[in-house]
């Protein structure tokens, strides 16, 4: 097979997988609380990740790492996974699904926000345009079709998801300056995030138990969305001609979610998360097109 039809083949499954994880989110959480599913999700990560690494025979560069990149890795593993599932997690205990998932989509944009007083980057009107479309979105779903009413659906809910992607946009900004292997650095940041997630549930949870329907849906979590699914993305991106062609994929994905979530939650889609769905979509679409922005791969 060539490399752009792999590449297609690797980016169409990354994006599928994403698409399931709000359903499997709001799934997981009938069985398991949110720091629980986090607990159990971060297992099968660091497994899976722990398996890739001995696969593509990169244990060794775990040797090769200063004590620096590894207090680099302390850090982005308490941004992610730690603080951002925690919070995210918690957003879907309290909202349907069909309004979290679109809400944490928002992180480009917040990306583009921080880079500002962070990266010193400026932006033009353009970019602040296609900002307000994205917004106008979110306020056309936290509300549920009443933007001017300003009634929000959940307020403690609505603050989580939009925090979420504050947190990841700041943990791919740290991120990209790390120039370690993609792969090796996920699993570090995977190991120590444990870590963190440990701790909390001592301090505030108790260790947890679960049924098989729990603990499958917190293995699937760990699987695709915290690993398998990244280094997918990851070859897509390296076997194609341009990123832009894979790339441009991940827009289907919240789409195909909301479908999903349809048919796997039981939530009745609302008309006003479509249309806030699409402002949010094309407000990103212009700013990358506008501005100097990296592709959005995060979609759940």
Not at 19 to 28: E, H, R
Not at 111 to 119: A, E, F, M, T
Not at 185 to 213: D, E, Q, Y
Not at 256 to 267: D, Y
Request: contains cysteine; proline residues 3%.
């Amino acid at each position: 097979m060539e490399k752009q039809k792999q590449a297609y083949l690797c980016a169409i499954t990354a994006v599928l997988f994403w698409s399931t994880m709000a359903s499997a989110f709001k799934v997981s959480l009938r069985y398991l609380d949110f720091l629980h599913l986090l607990f159990f999700s971060s297992i099968a990560s660091v497994v899976i990740l722990f398996l890739i690494l001995l696969v593509q025979n990169k244990l060794s560069l775990l040797r090769e790492y200063s004590g620096m990149d590894y207090l680099r890795s302390v850090a982005l593993g308490f941004l992610n996974p730690f603080l951002y599932y925690v919070v995210l997690f918690k957003a879907y205990s309290l909202l349907p699904a069909q309004e979290a998932q679109p809400l944490n989509y928002t992180w480009s944009i917040v990306l583009v926000l921080l880079s500002i007083p962070i990266l010193r980057q400026r932006i033009g009107f353009k970019s602040i345009l296609a900002i307000l479309i994205s917004y106008f979105g979110v306020l056309v779903i936290s509300t549920r079709g009443d933007p001017f009413g300003l009634t929000l659906s959940n307020p403690t809910g609505v603050a989580l998801a939009l925090g979420s992607s504050v947190i990841w946009a700041l943990f791919w900004i740290y991120n990209v300056k790390d120039k370690r292997d993609d792969v090796a650095k996920l699993f570090l940041n995977s190991l120590f995030g444990f870590a963190f997630i440990s701790i909390a549930l001592l301090v505030f949870s108790r260790m947890p138990t679960s049924g098989i329907r729990g603990l499958a849906g917190a293995a699937y979590v760990g699987f695709f969305e915290m690993g398998i699914t990244f280094v997918l993305w990851l070859k897509a991106l390296r076997l194609s001609r341009t990123t832009a062609q894979v790339s441009n994929l991940i827009y289907l994905s919240p789409f195909i979610s909301l479908v999903l979530i349809h048919l796997i939650v039981g939530e009745t889609i609302l008309l006003s998360t479509i249309i806030g769905l699409v402002f949010i979509v094309a407000g990103i679409i212009l700013q990358q097109r506008w501005g100097k922005t990296t592709p959005a791969i995060r979609t759940s």
